[in-house]
């Protein structure tokens, strides 16, 4: 299986930016889709962005032109860089990918990381 390690949370004020990092480990054969997704309190889990093997990404409306999220395929990470942050934006921050573990089979399995809070307050 596959064990996500998120790291890069933290306090920041309105308009900063903060970088988070997001190592993949364990046993697969492969990984294909990354993501980040946040949850609000009392409020479920949405997507903020995605990025693809071949680097395609899909932005949440809210974040687009302030986050960019990207990938190293070598080192199984992913990054989500959020500029211009906003109030709205706090939040725990998980990370998420789809991963083939089995030889035997093509089914691809979604993992998730523990979480790192971002909070966006003066």
């Known amino acids: 299986q596959v064990q996500l390690v998120e790291s890069g949370g933290g306090l920041v004020q309105p308009g900063g930016s903060l970088r988070l990092s997001c190592a993949a480990s364990?046993?697969?054969?492969?990984?294909?889709?990354m993501g980040w997704y946040r949850q609000l309190p009392g409020k479920e889990r949405e997507l903020v962005a995605k990025?693809?093997?071949?680097?395609?990404?899909v932005y949440a409306d809210s974040v687009k032109g302030r986050f960019t999220i990207s990938r190293d395929n070598a080192r199984n990470t992913v990054d989500l860089q959020m500029n211009s942050l906003k109030p709205e934006d706090t939040a725990v921050y998980y990370c998420h990918t789809e991963a083939r573990i089995y030889a035997w089979t093509v089914i691809q399995y979604t993992y998730w990381g523990q979480g790192t809070q971002v909070t966006v307050s003066s």
């Open positions: 990025i693809r093997s071949d680097g395609s990404t």
């Open positions: 364990g046993s697969f054969l492969s990984i294909n889709g």
